[in-house]
């Protein structure tokens, strides 16, 4: 079945997440998507290997539907291969500083110049304007600036999340962009430059707990787990291992207190509402932590879905592998991949359409698995090609 972006080519020259997962996302909704690399690899095909040949985790993840292109698009060359790939396209990916796009001949004028139709989606971790817009950064780098790593942790350490959630939310925020920059093209044959930063993607992740500190100066710390608008909302240890269970609004709170056999404690001043019980969590976690002391996961997740109350385990990355629902709802696709002792989880879907399912298609490419291929296509012959390997341009 053909994806909603048949006939859509994207040339993603992005590196780790935030430019090529949107690669991948416009991949999955059907579009020809041409991952240029380094003669070498991108840094991040590296990443946490998990193949013989090197490849990692996270490239496996970020390549699938993709064709595997390398080049050198700094020397001459090079450049006049860029210039004829973007004659073709549709969009061009990019995530890195304005310097690097200028010298491959990929800035937005540049590509403007051979194709006014061409949507140029950009990332960096400050944006094109402001005092930082030249620095350089990473995923964390937007958690800590952000001020989501203040608020997370034992409240002496600020603690980053290990997975990387700016990087994928810019990724997501630039694929919503290149689509809406494809409508509006539709109307006005014109292209334009998607544009996202780390930073801005991370606060607008936080911006809620930055609106309540500019309204109200309350300069909270963090809580480990703990809620700060609600309770009881945090971590519980187990006979067996832990679980997360929040209650908010009224409804749940009384029927939490009916579990734990107190149905007073609704009526206490200190939990009146979802803001008080969030102050005074401290002394709901105690009475959830003695409840959950004296049951498996098992048994506390039975008996707080009994009561409707928002309860899961808190998983090892094994154990979210094994978990029956993941399983039976058909999560992961296994894919295959040279070099791996066994398939591949790769996430089926991220988002699911009903009438034009995205699909995975094939696996990550090797190392330039389809450089000859496409410049096959772009009118190159055998002997031409052989110049441009031995002149490592390709």
Known sequence: MAGVLEGIRVLDFGRYIAGPFCGTMLADLGAEVIRIEKLDGSEDRWVTPVAEGGEGAMFLQMGRNKLGLTLNPVKPEGREIVRKLVAAADVVIANLPYEDLQKMGIDYESLEAVNPRIILATNSTFGSEGPYATRVGFDTIGQAMSGAMHLSGDGKVPTRMNAPYVDFSSALLSTVGVL????????????????????????????????EQAMLNLNRIATLNRGFTAGPSDTFKCQDGWIYAMTIGQPLFVRWCRLMGDEALAQDPRFKDDLARGDNGEALSAIMQKWCEQRTVAQALAELEANRIPAGPVYTPQQALDDPHVREAGFFHEMDFPGTAKPVPVLQEPVRLSRTPLTIR????????????ILQELGYDAAAIARLRASRVV
Do not use: F, S, W, Y
Request: proline share 2%; glycine share 10%; aromatic share 0%.
């Open 180 to 211: 809406a920059a494809l409508m509006d093209r539709e109307k006005t044959g014109k292209g334009q430059k998607v544009e996202t930063a780390l930073l801005r993607t991370a606060i607008n992740i936080a911006n809620g707990h930055l609106i």
């Open 362 to 373: 094939r696996r990550a490419p090797k190392l330039g698995e389809h450089t000859d291929q």
